[in-house]
């Protein structure tokens, strides 16, 4: 089974969603935290971020968003793009490391 965007299992309609760049892999870390990729699908997400502070914004709002799915689950998740290159962190209910 091919990896799902959130925008899908969100079951969303809006025509323009920087959800549709957000990844859930069929795999986890060794740990067993499930991985979340988060890569440019289309120029909604790269106009989110723009500048560094869209940048940190639309992150930020993309994890708010897991975290309303996830619950208490904590998740690896990965960032990549060409203007900031590549992030991982573990989020958890309370913090990002």
């Known amino acids: 089974m091919a990896s799902r965007t ?4 969100l079951n969303m309609k809006r025509k323009y969603s920087i959800l549709k760049s957000v990844s859930i892999c069929n795999t986890g870390t060794e740990e067993g935290y499930p991985i979340i990729e988060v890569e440019p699908y289309d120029d909604t997400f790269l106009n989110a ?5 869209k940048y940190d914004n639309t992150i930020d709002r993309i994890i708010d968003k897991l975290r309303d799915c996830y619950g208490d689950t904590p998740f690896w998740l990965s960032v990549s793009t060409d203007n ?3 992030t991982e962190m573990l989020v958890t209910k309370d ?3």
């Open 6 to 9: 959130l925008y899908d299992i």
């Open 84 to 86: 900031y290159g590549h």
């Open 49 to 53: 971020i723009s500048t560094v502070e």
């Open 95 to 97: 913090k990002v490391f």
